[in-house]
């Protein structure tokens, strides 16, 4: 997959909510940028060793900015911290994208679950949702509404379809109303912390939900084994030790392959398999993708045999 890799300036910097800062990348001497869809993300290298992932959460119609929002994780790995303290405007970064997993599907209605920074990529979801016609509502909850981010774009579409549920006021969500009777035709779209997203899960069908994980979803896996990776490009071969990652084990025998999460997050490193059985270990890929076996995210997942012939 050939990418949109540049460096771009930070052209604004905003409070978005206490906690969240809203970042605005442009071309430094201006110009478009490529265009993308609801629910697409861009790769942001921050530093040596220190790329996230971001939803573009403005108008895609806006080419000549790409708008982020970014949380402060106190407990995080320094992504968020570096953004929060020492990015300002004027100053670069190199990204990378758009890439989108978690694109918006043609529906007659959707329900929209949001926590959290998980607002990001259901916000441009509402506009275009709300340019086609199609019946819609969104439950958004956060810790209080003072760390909710964007809800003043939220008031632009009245309190009937806008639920803003902050858990100091009300809470935990109600899952319920939004979840137990899906009329048909219905999609249901859901982003924001694990606790959230499995509550989701657990109530609703998962051929009408679509879903997108900032954390690793938590799994129980095979013990790991010894298998044999072929390069179904050049021919090699090599084997996957236990404890070594397929992304790890290529790398090491001098293939180079996109990657950035390594927790099976973010899909930049989705790989074609060729012949094999994977063992998924992924939360990106859904269940109707697993089964199908076509590709696999090789920064976590492995074999379930002892031979996988990669496109690679």
């Not at 100053?91 to 329900?111: C, H, K, Q, S």
């Not at 379809?161 to 006021?169: F, G, S």
Request: charged content about 25%; aromatic content about 4%; overall charge negative.
């Amino acid at each position: 997959m050939n990418l949109y890799e540049d460096e771009l300036v930070v052209g604004e910097r905003v409070p978005a909510a206490d906690g969240v800062v809203s970042l605005t990348l442009r071309r430094p001497h201006g110009g478009e940028l490529p265009d993308w869809e609801p629910g697409a993300h861009v790769d942001v290298v921050l530093g040596p060793g220190l790329e996230r992932q971001f939803s573009l959460c403005g108008d895609p119609g806006d080419r000549c900015g790409w708008r982020i929002a970014v949380l402060r994780e106190p407990a995080g790995r320094g992504g968020s911290a570096h953004v929060h303290d020492r990015l300002g405007v004027g100053d670069t970064v190199r990204v990378r994208g758009p890439r989108n997993r978690f694109r918006l599907e043609p529906a007659p209605r959707y329900r929209f679950v949001a926590g959290g920074i998980g607002i990001t990529p259901i916000l441009p979801m509402l506009a275009a949702a709300e340019a086609s016609g199609a019946e819609w509502s969104l439950l958004y909850g956060g810790r209080t509404r003072r760390s909710m981010a964007f809800t003043d774009e939220l008031a632009r579409y009245g309190g009937e379809r806008v639920t803003v549920a902050p858990q100091d006021e009300s809470g935990l969500l109600d899952l319920g109303p939004v979840l137990d009777d899906v009329p048909d035709g219905t999609l249901v779209y859901c982003c924001g912390p694990g606790p959230l997203l499995d509550a989701v899960e657990e109530r609703c069908p998962a051929a009408v939900l679509r879903t997108e994980r900032f954390q690793p979803k938590a799994r129980q896996a095979d013990g790991e084994r010894e298998f044999e990776v072929v390069l179904g490009r050049s021919g090699g071969s090599l084997t996957v030790t236990p404890g070594v990652s397929v992304l790890d084990a290529v790398r090491a025998a001098g293939v180079e392959v996109l990657y950035s999460c390594t927790e099976g997050t973010c899909g930049t490193c989705e790989t074609d398999v060729l012949e094999g059985d994977p063992d998924h270990r992924d939360s990106v890929l859904s269940e109707e993708e697993r089964a199908a076996g076509e590709t696999m995210l090789i920064c976590v997942s492995r074999c379930r045999g002892d031979r996988l012939v990669l496109d690679l």
